[in-house]
C-alpha cells in the first residue's frame, strides 16, 4: 500500500452507496462522514471498499498517530489477547502497574489513574480538582469553580458541554452543570479578572485543536502558571489531542517550559486499537481519591494497558516527537506558501496544522481533497485541520501537499 494510485474517485462505486445507505438509515446522524467507506489500512495509508487509497491526513484526530496497525502496537495487542482482556480493577495484574509506572515517568510525574475515553479522563480531573479544592485548599462545600475557555473541546458528556461555547455541542442538552467560569482563550488578563480563592482548577488545551488548532501567544502558557500559582488553583492541561508527540515534543506545554498539576491524555495512548486515557499528576492530588470514590469497569485493563506500555516505549526514545518536530517544519513551510487568494491563515506546530481558506469552505475544501487522495476534516467554518501519523514519510507527506495545492487551487 505505498505507492498511490492517482486520483481517488471518492464516493463512487455501488459497495460505497450501499454502504452509505446502511449508514444512513440505521446510524443516528451525529456525523456527517465524508463519502468515503474504508476497508483497511496500513502506516499512513487506507483503502476504501472500491480499492481506492487516501493518505489520511486526520489519523483519528490524533489517536492514530503512530499509523495504522503500527507492527509494535499490533504485537503487543496480540500478544495480550493471548493471556488475559479484562479483570476489572477488582483484582490486580501484570500490566497495570507496569503501565502506570511507565506512563508516569514519560510525563515525568508520580501517579496515573488510567480510564478509556478522553471526556472520562476530563471528567476525572474535574472530579480531582474538585475533590482537592474542598479537601486540600479548603473550599466551602459545593462552591468549587473550574475555569475553562471560549472556543474549548473537552468532549460530549452533559458536564462537559455545560462549558462550552460551541451553540451545536452545547443547545438542547441543559440543565448544566454549575461551577465553571468560561473566559477568553490566550488572554492573560481576562484569565487574572477571572480567578479567586474559590477557582480549583483551569482546565486549558495548550492548542485548542477543535477549535481549529489555535495557538495561543507566546507566554500565554506560562502566565496560566503564574495565576495557578499565586491562587492556589490545579493547572490542568488537556493534552489529548496535543500531546504524545503531535506537536513535535511528548507535551504541548513543553514549548513553554511549563509544567502543569495535571495532564489530561487520551487518544494516541490506546495506539489506535483500544480506548486508553489518564490522568497524570502528583501523589499529593491524585492521592485525594479513596477507594469506591471513582472508577471505572474497563479503566486500565490488560489490552489497553499493554496497547499503552508500547506506545510509551515508541515515545521513550524521542524519535516519533524528532520526526513531529523535522516533518512540521516542513509541513508548515510548504502550507505558508501557498498562493494568499487561496489560504488566509495557516496555524499549529508540529505534524499538526489549520488551514483557512479564503474562497471555499472547509466541508468542501475536504470533499475536494478526498477526491485527490487526501483525507482531512474540516473544523469550524473554512478551516480544515492536518494531522498526519507522525510515521509519515517526507515523500508521502509532499504527496499530499502537491494533492492539495492541485485540488484547491
Ligand atoms: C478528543 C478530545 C477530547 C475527548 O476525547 P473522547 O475520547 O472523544 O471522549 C477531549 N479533549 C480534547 C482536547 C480532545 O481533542
Same mark, same amino acid.
Given at each position: 500500500m505505498n505507492t498511490p494510485t492517482g486520483e481517488a474517485a471518492a464516493g463512487s462505486g455501488t459497495r460505497t452507496a450501499a454502504l452509505r445507505a446502511m449508514t444512513t438509515a440505521h446510524s443516528a446522524h451525529n456525523y456527517h462522514p465524508l463519502p468515503v467507506v474504508i476497508a483497511d489500512g496500513e502506516g499512513a495509508w487506507v483503502r476504501d471498499v472500491e480499492g481506492h487509497r487516501y493518505l489520511d491526513m486526520l489519523a483519528a484526530y490524533s489517536a492514530v498517530n503512530f499509523g495504522h496497525r503500527h507492527p509494535r502496537l499490533i504485537a503487543a495487542a496480540q500478544r495480550q489477547l493471548d493471556r488475559v482482556t479484562l479483570v476489572s480493577r477488582a483484582f490486580d495484574h501484570d500490566q497495570f502497574g507496569p503501565f502506570c509506572a511507565e !506512563?508516569?515517568?514519560?510525563? =515525568?510525574?508520580?501517579?496515573?489513574?488510567?480510564?478509556?475515553?478522553?471526556?472520562?479522563?476530563?471528567?476525572?480531573?474535574?472530579?480531582? $480538582?474538585?475533590? #482537592?479544592?474542598? &479537601?486540600?485548599?479548603?473550599?466551602?462545600?459545593?462552591?468549587?469553580?473550574?475555569?475553562?475557555?471560549?472556543?474549548?473541546?473537552? /468532549?460530549?458528556?452533559?458536564?462537559?458541554?455545560?462549558?462550552?461555547?460551541?451553540?451545536?455541542?452545547? @443547545?438542547?442538552? *441543559?440543565?448544566?452543570?454549575? =461551577?465553571?467560569?468560561?473566559?477568553?482563550? *490566550?488572554?492573560?488578563?481576562?484569565?487574572? =479578572?477571572?480567578?479567586?480563592?474559590?477557582?480549583? /482548577?483551569?482546565?486549558?488545551?495548550?492548542? &485548542?485543536? @477543535?477549535?481549529?488548532?489555535?495557538?495561543?501567544?507566546?507566554g500565554y502558557l506560562g502566565q496560566v502558571r503564574e495565576l495557578c500559582d499565586r491562587y492556589g488553583a490545579l493547572m490542568m492541561a488537556d493534552e489529548i489531542q496535543s500531546g504524545l508527540g503531535r506537536t513535535g515534543t511528548t507535551f504541548a506545554c513543553e514549548h513553554e517550559n511549563v509544567v502543569p498539576d495535571i495532564y489530561i491524555l487520551g487518544k494516541a495512548l490506546g495506539g489506535g486499537i483500544v480506548p486508553v486515557s489518564a490522568v497524570v499528576s502528583s501523589a499529593a492530588i491524585l492521592g485525594v481519591f479513596q477507594p469506591g470514590q471513582h *472508577?471505572?469497569?474497563?479503566?486500565?485493563?490488560? !489490552?489497553?494497558?499493554?496497547?499503552?506500555?508500547?506506545?510509551?516505549? +515508541? +515515545?521513550?526514545? =524521542?524519535?516519533? &516527537?524528532?520526526?513531529?518536530?523535522?516533518?512540521?517544519?516542513? !509541513?508548515?513551510? %510548504?502550507?505558508?506558501? +501557498?498562493?494568499? &487568494?487561496?489560504? $488566509?491563515?495557516? %496555524?499549529?506546530?508540529? !505534524? #499538526?496544522?489549520?488551514? @483557512?481558506?479564503?474562497a471555499i469552505g472547509g %466541508? @468542501?475544501?475536504?470533499?475536494?481533497?478526498?477526491?485527490?487522495g487526501v483525507l482531512a476534516k474540516d473544523t469550524h467554518g473554512t478551516t480544515i485541520r492536518l494531522a498526519p501519523p507522525l510515521i509519515i514519510s517526507e515523500a508521502d507527506l509532499d504527496w499530499a501537499l502537491d494533492r492539495i495545492a492541485e485540488a484547491l487551487s
Open positions: !506512563l508516569a515517568t514519560l510525563a =515525568g510525574m508520580e501517579m496515573v489513574l488510567p480510564m478509556n475515553t478522553g471526556a472520562e479522563a476530563v471528567e476525572t480531573a474535574i472530579k480531582t $480538582a474538585r475533590k #482537592w479544592g474542598y &479537601q486540600v485548599k479548603g473550599v466551602p462545600a459545593d462552591e468549587a469553580v473550574i475555569i475553562a475557555f471560549e472556543g474549548n473541546f473537552h /468532549g460530549r458528556t452533559t458536564t462537559i458541554v455545560s462549558f462550552s461555547t460551541d451553540p451545536l455541542a452545547r @443547545e438542547g442538552f *441543559g440543565p448544566y452543570t454549575p =461551577g465553571f467560569r468560561v473566559v477568553p482563550y *490566550g488572554d492573560a488578563a481576562a484569565l487574572a =479578572g477571572a480567578m479567586d480563592e474559590k477557582v480549583v /482548577g483551569v482546565l486549558v488545551e495548550p492548542i &485548542q485543536g @477543535e477549535a481549529g488548532v489555535i495557538v495561543p501567544p507566546p *472508577g471505572s469497569t474497563f479503566g486500565g485493563n490488560p !489490552l489497553g494497558c499493554a496497547v499503552g506500555r508500547e506506545v510509551i516505549a +515508541l +515515545l521513550a526514545t =524521542g524519535e516519533m &516527537q524528532e520526526r513531529s518536530a523535522k516533518l512540521g517544519t516542513h !509541513l508548515h513551510s %510548504r502550507l505558508s506558501a +501557498l498562493p494568499r &487568494q487561496m489560504v $488566509a491563515q495557516v %496555524r499549529g506546530r508540529g !505534524l #499538526w496544522a489549520g488551514v @483557512e481558506f479564503t %466541508r @468542501e475544501a475536504c470533499e475536494r481533497l478526498a477526491r485527490h
